[in-house]
């Protein structure tokens, strides 16, 4: 799976070293292709960019991981990579707090799916569980 990455600080640099280690372990197959940020580092001019749309029109790109952290641009950012029809994770505590419904009904609306089990919680996967069960008692 290819994916993009938005953001390239501590997170998103952090996010993109383990999966360069992990390669080749359990997580095969997750390639990082674009990361956007807004200046392009020195040795990652070949998968960077300072532009969305390159993600976003990038088709062999079917998820976008935000690690931007805050509310703004994040939040337009999570929409436009919704409205492309990629699915999304993030690990954006107050953007998910402030604005969990809108993009709950925005990734159903496009039929994608919404990941974010990390940013709350500290990686415990309740939130899945919890929405698994719900469906269960229905």
């Given at each position: 799976m290819k994916i993009g990455l938005l953001g390239f600080g501590t997170v998103g640099k952090g996010t993109y070293e383990i999966l360069q280690q992990v390669k080749s372990q359990q997580l095969e197959g997750i390639e990082v292709k674009r990361i956007l940020d807004i200046t392009i580092q020195p040795g990652y001019e070949d998968i960077m960019t300072t532009r969305l749309e390159d993600i976003l029109n990038d088709s062999e790109?079917?998820?976008?991981?935000?690690?931007?952290?805050?509310?703004?641009?994040?939040?337009?950012?999570?929409?436009?990579?919704?409205?492309?029809?990629?699915?999304?994770?993030?690990?954006?505590?107050?953007?998910?707090a402030h604005k969990y419904k809108e993009l709950a009904a925005k990734a159903a609306e496009n039929g994608i799916e919404f990941r974010f089990s990390a940013s709350v919680g500290g990686g415990i996967p309740w939130l899945h569980n919890l929405s698994r069960t719900k469906r269960a008692a229905s």
């Open positions: 790109i079917k998820t976008v991981v935000e690690v931007i952290g805050g509310i703004h641009p994040a939040y337009e950012f999570i929409c436009a990579a919704m409205d492309a029809k990629k699915n999304v994770v993030s690990a954006n505590k107050q953007l998910i």
